[in-house]
């Protein structure tokens, strides 16, 4: 069964700039959409980017729109999210989530849908100060 794993969280100015990364194990990453969503202070869970399997396919929130790219390398099974322009709203605890279901099957298209996500890493803290 898929397991995921975030890094690159921390502390950062407005303006400055993090790349999130999102380290799964198991055989079906390279064929598996990818999300990333956050959870703010007293808010429930947004989607913020997703990538489909082949990686041909993006999609983003409005307001991270023109900011954040969303990126995976298939070799080292691994999704990235390169966040630039950074804005105190953007504080959040970021998760990695994947589109599998039941433990084995999976989809090969983007989802905005947090329910349509069946495995989800344990989160990474972003802090962006004003």
């Known amino acids: 069964q898929m397991q995921l794993v975030e890094s690159g969280g921390g502390l950062v100015q407005a303006g400055g700039s993090l790349r999130l990364s999102c380290a799964a194990s198991g055989h079906i990453f390279s064929n598996c959409a990818m999300g990333w969503f956050r959870q703010g202070p007293g808010k429930e869970r947004e989607f913020v980017a997703a990538i489909s399997g082949g990686g041909d396919s993006t999609t983003y929130a409005d307001s991270v729109k023109g900011r954040f790219t969303i990126s995976r390398d298939n070799v080292k099974n691994t999704v990235y999210l390169q966040m630039n322009s950074l804005k105190p709203e953007d504080t959040a605890f970021y998760y990695c989530?994947?589109?599998?279901?039941?433990?084995?099957?999976?989809?090969?298209?983007?989802?905005?849908?947090?329910?349509?996500?069946?495995?989800w890493g344990q989160g990474t803290q972003v802090t962006v100060s004003s």
């Open positions: 989530a994947a589109r599998t279901s039941g433990g084995r099957y999976y989809y090969t298209g983007a989802s905005t849908d947090n329910r349509e996500y069946g495995t």
